[in-house]
């Protein structure tokens, strides 16, 4: 890891704050077969706006190299296991899944939502689109702070401005 990933990692002592056992660190080459995984579950991708079906190796790959420098995405650790990603792209989007079920329902999504609104404040207001039937994340999101704006097509419209 780089310093300059290093440093966005720097707050992450407010997940320790927590109770549950949860910290992030930057997502590097070698985690891409794992989030390849879990991005070609259909329980996950069905929730995802611009993805229809499993992805192919090579597009993955270039997804990846290919990330604006504004983007970041962020491995979600529980209990010492890589169990999702949370991520906030170029415009300000924020977006998290939890590949691992075992995780879901404990609190490690809300911890890593919220350590990410904490840690990417200064570009507030920051967005997320949320499917309308994906009735979890919206709870979430809802519970971290953020406020549903609109709808379109769908789709439900979030904003956080702490």
């Not at 660190?25 to 929730?47: C, K, Q």
């Not at 993955?60 to 650790?77: A, G, K, N, Q, Y």
Request: include cysteine.
């Amino acid at each position: 890891m780089s310093g300059g990933d290093r440093s966005l990692c720097d707050p992450c002592a407010e997940l320790a704050a927590t109770d549950l056992p949860v910290r992030v660190s930057p997502v590097g080459r070698g985690d891409l077969e794992l989030l390849l995984a879990w991005r070609s579950n259909s329980d996950i991708y069905r929730h995802f706006r611009q993805q229809s079906g499993p992805l192919d190796w090579d597009e993955h790959v270039r997804w990846f190299e290919s990330r604006p420098p504004e983007r970041h995405d962020f491995l979600v650790h529980y209990s010492g296991r890589r169990v999702g990603v949370v991520s906030v792209d170029e415009m300000d989007e924020v977006g998290i899944y939890l590949g691992d079920p075992s995780a879901r329902g404990q609190g490690v999504a809300a911890a890593a939502l919220n350590w990410l609104c904490t840690r990417f404040k200064e570009r507030a207001p920051l967005f997320a689109e949320i499917h309308e039937n994906n009735d979890a994340s919206s709870r979430l999101f809802e519970r971290c702070g953020f406020g549903r704006t609109g709808r379109e097509n769908g789709w439900l419209q979030y904003a956080y401005d702490p």
